[in-house]
């Protein structure tokens, strides 16, 4: 699940494209509306001349402090952020940011994206105080205008959690998540993936506060939303039952951990094989929620699956299935199976690389 904050600073916001009739269409639109269609299909590489082309019309057709300029290095700066040329993008966005704040009719959303897009390569650079006060800006900003774009209100907030999560401030970012989360559920529905990426962060954060029950029970939506795409992505069905079975766990809600585990272990038998790591990962839990009702019995055959997946993965004489074979030795020492603790002990001692 800490994969998950890596999605916190990704880029959300599209580029400044005007919008022009059919007739009053320039050189300058046709250019502009080129990169947004390779950016949106992710093609940097072929958008870039074309966003510089833009940016040279724009200076010599229009001036270099016109809002169209801006608009362009804004554009250009999207372009080169994406291709992580982060030195060359804050060099266009404090232009463009230049012109924007010289501008009253400027676009509340051009300034807002050109904030964003810069808070966001500050803290990439662990510049948090330059990150924050420019996420700040971009909220005001949306705050004040006539009619505020609830969508790139829901953003910064989002990428203003990222900022913090990175600084370790999960209860200032959780409160940020959550505003998000009720916005972009309110305005594009549950079930879009935004909305489904901010649910997730907000689950990250709470568990990196040791906050289970809630953690629980947003898991519990998550996987209530995950449900109705089983059948297309199985597998996601399946974190989230071992997710929301881990938080019960640490809850000591062991029966309700061990059926999650059961559900989640299924679905990842029959959609990568009985013998992947991921199925051990499961089979190991599944354990764990067994050991803690005290329900020895079938715990050995459960053992001896995991190794065999492990020796399979990893190799016989792997560090990591010593230290298995040892831990599961001293669990059944602890509980007074002392035969099959030195079962074990003997299995780990045959499989320690010989000197």
């Known amino acids: ?8 600073l990704t880029a959300g916001l599209l580029l400044t494209i005007p919008v022009a ?13 080129e990169v947004l269609t390779l950016t949106l299909k992710g093609d940097f590489s072929t958008a870039r001349p074309k966003a510089e082309e833009a940016l040279k019309l724009a200076e010599k057709t229009y001036g270099r402090s016109h809002l169209r300029t801006a608009q362009s290095l804004n554009n250009l700066a999207f372009v080169y952020l994406n291709q992580n040329q982060l030195p060359i993008a ?3 966005l404090v232009r463009a940011l230049k012109i924007f704040d010289k501008k009253p009719s400027a676009e509340t959303s051009d300034r807002v994206q050109a904030l964003n897009s810069l808070a966001r390569i500050y803290a990439s650079q662990k510049a948090a105080a330059k990150a924050e006060s420019l996420f700040n800006r971009a909220l005001l900003i949306i705050q004040k205008s006539t009619v ?17 999560t990175g600084q370790g401030k999960f209860s200032q970012a959780e409160s940020l998540c959550r505003l998000s989360l009720i916005i972009r559920e309110k305005t594009v529905g549950p079930e879009s993936p935004a909305t489904r990426q901010t649910l997730d962060n907000l689950i990250y954060l709470c568990a990196r506060q040791e906050k289970y029950p809630d953690a629980e029970s947003l898991t519990q939506q998550a996987l209530k939303i995950a449900g109705k795409f089983k059948k297309l992505y ?7 039952q071992n997710s929301q079975g881990t938080f019960c766990h640490l809850q000591q809600k062991f029966a309700k951990a061990e059926t999650l585990f059961q559900s989640a272990l299924a679905l990842r038998e029959k959609n990568l094989g009985p013998e992947n790591p991921m199925v051990a990962k499961t ?11 005290k329900k ?24 990591a299935v010593v230290e298995k074979l040892e831990a599961i030795a001293r669990f059944y020492e602890s509980i ?3 035969k099959t603790a030195k079962k074990w002990a003997a299995r780990a001692e045959r499989a320690r690389p010989k000197q």
């Open 90 to 92: 804050e060099t266009l």
């Open 336 to 338: 007074g199976q002392d």
């Open 234 to 240: 199985p597998l996601e069905t399946a974190n989230y």
């Open 148 to 164: 505020p774009d609830s969508l790139q209100f829901a953003q910064t907030l989002n990428n203003f959690a990222g900022l913090y």
């Open 283 to 293: 089979l190991d839990n599944l354990a764990e929620a067994r050991k803690g009702q």
């Open 21 to 33: 009739s059919f007739a009053q269409k320039t050189g300058w639109d046709s250019l502009n509306q």
């Open 296 to 319: 020895y019995e079938g715990l050995d055959s459960l053992y001896e699956r995991i190794v065999k997946i492990l020796e399979k993965n990893s190799g016989a004489e792997n560090p």
């Open 1 to 8: 699940m800490r994969a998950i904050i890596k999605s916190l």
